[in-house]
């Protein structure tokens, strides 16, 4: 359990940092009260985790040598193609494309809602928007492929504070961080981080 609370907390804490999600929660945490931004943050993070580790689980009825196998392909895919993606990248401090999706996410969705919003309007709109950007990343693949081959509980209570750690530096301090984030290097520690997950789990099976 202890490996699996490991695993899903450097997972998530590395991948999240400089990711969609995080720019969304810096974004709304400058026009609405952070704690309320927190709160619907951290709830969709929170939804997420549970849903990709119940995921997890049904993947896990297949075949245990299938499970396996699949689960060291896919975080040495992973690895390989993160660290492909940081030689690729300049060594600016963000990824501006990124943030833009963020922004855009954003005025939409402030489009759609009323002027004067409710606190209970400022959590929906946090939850919704984290959701959807979370939704089919990678991050999210990677907890399934974690709660498949280990302790569901340690997965889910690991990602999930791994979750809260970057949604609260994003909330508290985002905005005076933001710049100062290398994409570059968070991309190259997470390609590292999936690379040794797939060796550890390949040593493991042997």
Sequence with gaps: MLTAFTAGLLL?????????TFFI????AMHHPRRLVFIGVTAALAAMTIVSVLFGQAVSLLPKAYIHYAEIVLFLAFGIKLLYDASKMSSAACDTEVIEEAEAAVKKADLELPKKKTS???VIEAFILTFMAEWGDRTQIATIALAAGNNPIGVTVGAILGHTICAAIAVIGGKMIAGRISERQLTLIGGCLFLVFGFVAAIEGA
């Design 12 to 20: 998530i804490t590395v991948s999240e940092l400089g990711d969609k």
């Design 25 to 28: 929660a810096v974004i709304l």
């Design 120 to 122: 209970l309007a400022i």
